[in-house]
């Protein structure tokens, strides 16, 4: 699905500071720096064809950054913005969610407190025109409705949208205002006295968010916390230790950041953790990188909770923003992260940017992520926990308890469906047609999760609509992926009802792939805590 929290170029990137530095002229070597120009100037001057001197820059300092690390990006003046706004936590606009759906705009979710659902603009509205301009039936794309419904906050947009049971269109004026971009994406009560937490990254407003939460979980009777960081692929260095915090007592080492020329820099935990009792599982995968990995390797080192599921990504290098003359910014490496026990966990990279990249995929191909590998501690150095447990650098954070994928149930018809958005598309028609009806018959998430069921009825609906949108019918395929495709269209099915956190809610209950969660419910009612030396 498209929504207005446009995901950035490198959400994944570990900032460690909000500023931005400009190196001193006298930091420059003249040489080189007059090397490049005198190439540029001759090219200029010489050159058989006309080139775009900014964009034979901009590429040379991309192929630069390359030979640096993976992490070493540049991110042009007119793409700043959209970088930095999921980690900023907010964007300027009406506030909705939208789909693309047979050539109109459909409303997926007015976001709470927007200008949008303060209106009355509501899920399943259709979108017929925006400031007079036909809007249906035109082929727009997901950028050409953004264009026209953000703008500056205080600045209006007129929209006309047709809703089931209304004769007529409905006129609305939107007031643009500054719409929030959630990070902590799910929270509920999993089990008595076990609470769930899932954060999508480390952004401005993660701490603002999460603590509203733990206390809301904790008003609800939460004693124990399964925090769940995976597919979490980081964001500020700030947040994660702020999320640390919570956890650890004080004056306990949380991360100590060094590099060439940045000293050695310690941060420590304060008195003010909300939740430095009771049992903590946190859960990771191939996709928790850095702030995630910083969280999970200090409640590790300090044994202060179970890490759950599979390695994680491997990214300990600490990147600061550098503006450049033109408005343009590199965000360049200046620094590795440490945890506690002195483990850097940056994963290698010397085989350059494009097996970096292709490293994760890998851990499917060599079976890392459907078995455990004991070969991975073999070029590793050992490290100890404050309980003198050996844990491993060398290459992400190694789980207390490994989960597998199971890949038993995926086929390629089901990944057709979820590649082409079919399932989310078909949830979304489904749940228009039936909203009124599925409200009145389930009063909350958890009666849903407990009693509806994906029937032979609909399954055969969304095969002969995926056969309409170019997707056969592969009869092996669907046999295979029954289970899977049916829990992941009544979650979908949950969240265009309620919002994301139900979505989480129903996979979690009966994940067939991914069984971390129901692990980590496991632990907690058993001694693995105790066994493992874990603190309460």
């Not at 050159?47 to 192929?63: G, H, M, Q, S, T």
């Amino acid at each position: 699905m498209m929504t207005f929290r446009s995901a950035a170029i490198a959400v994944a990137m570990l900032v460690a500071r909000t500023g931005f530095a400009q190196p001193p002229p006298s930091a420059q070597d003249p040489a080189t720096i007059g090397k490049l120009e005198s190439l540029l100037y001759h090219i200029d001057r010489m050159y058989v064809d006309d080139v775009n001197k900014k964009d034979l820059v901009d590429a040379a300092i991309v192929r630069m950054l390359e030979e640096l690390d993976p992490h070493s990006i540049y991110i042009p003046k007119d793409e700043l913005d959209e970088v930095n706004e999921p980690l900023k936590g907010n964007f300027e606009g009406v506030g909705i969610q939208f789909n693309i759906v047979k050539d109109t705009i459909m409303v997926v979710d007015a976001i709470p407190g927007g200008p949008s659902e303060r209106l009355g603009i509501r899920a399943g509205d259709r979108i017929l025109s925006i400031e007079g301009e036909n809007a249906a039936g035109v082929g727009f794309k997901n950028s050409d409705v953004m264009k026209r419904l953000r703008g500056k906050k205080g600045t209006k947009v007129a929209v006309a949208v047709a809703r089931r049971g209304e004769p007529a269109p409905l006129d609305f004026v939107i007031t643009r205002d500054k719409i929030p971009i959630f990070s902590v994406e799910a929270s509920y009560m999993a089990a008595p006295q076990v609470g769930y937490i899932k954060v999508s990254r480390f952004s401005a407003t993660t701490m603002k968010e999460f603590r509203e939460k733990l206390d809301e979980l904790k008003a609800m009777g939460m004693q124990d916390l399964i925090l769940d960081l995976q597919g979490n692929g980081g964001g500020y260095l700030r947040t994660a230790i702020e999320m640390s915090d919570e956890f650890l007592g004080d004056k306990k080492l949380i991360v100590y950041t060094q590099g060439r020329t940045s000293p050695r820099e310690d941060t420590y935990a304060t008195s003010e953790g909300r939740f430095e009792r009771g049992r903590l599982a946190v859960l990771v995968d191939e996709g928790s990188a850095s702030a995630s990995e910083i969280v999970s390797g200090a409640m590790q080192d300090w044994d202060r909770g179970l890490i759950i599921g599979r390695r994680s990504f491997g990214k300990g290098l600490v990147q600061r923003p550098v503006m450049l003359p033109d408005g343009s910014a590199v965000r360049l490496t200046v620094s590795r992260y440490h945890t506690p026990s002195g483990r850097c966990i940056q994963k290698p990279y010397e085989d350059g940017v494009e097996a970096y990249r292709h490293e994760k995929s890998e851990r499917l191909t060599n079976g890392e992520l459907t078995g455990a590998d004991s070969s991975l501690h073999a070029d590793t150095v050992k490290y100890y926990t404050m309980n003198k447990r050996v844990v491993y650098g060398g290459g992400g954070i190694m789980p207390d308890l490994f989960v597998p994928i199971d890949t038993a149930q995926s086929s390629p018809y089901f990944g057709q469906l979820v590649r082409k958005g079919l399932l989310n598309t078909f949830a979304l028609t489904y749940v228009d047609e039936h909203r009124d009806e599925l409200k009145q018959r389930y009063s909350s998430v958890e009666q849903f999760a407990k009693q509806f069921q994906v029937g032979e009825v609909m399954m055969d609906a969304l095969a002969a609509f995926a056969g309409k949108e170019g997707v056969e019918t592969d009869p092996e395929g669907l046999q295979r992926s029954e289970a899977l495709i049916a829990l992941r269209l009544k979650a979908l099915v949950a969240r265009d009802l309620w919002d994301t956190s139900a979505y989480w809610q129903v996979i979690n209950a009966d994940n067939p792939v991914d069984r971390s969660f129901q692990k980590a419910l496991e632990v907690l009612s058993d001694n693995s805590f105790q066994r493992l030396g874990m603190s309460r």
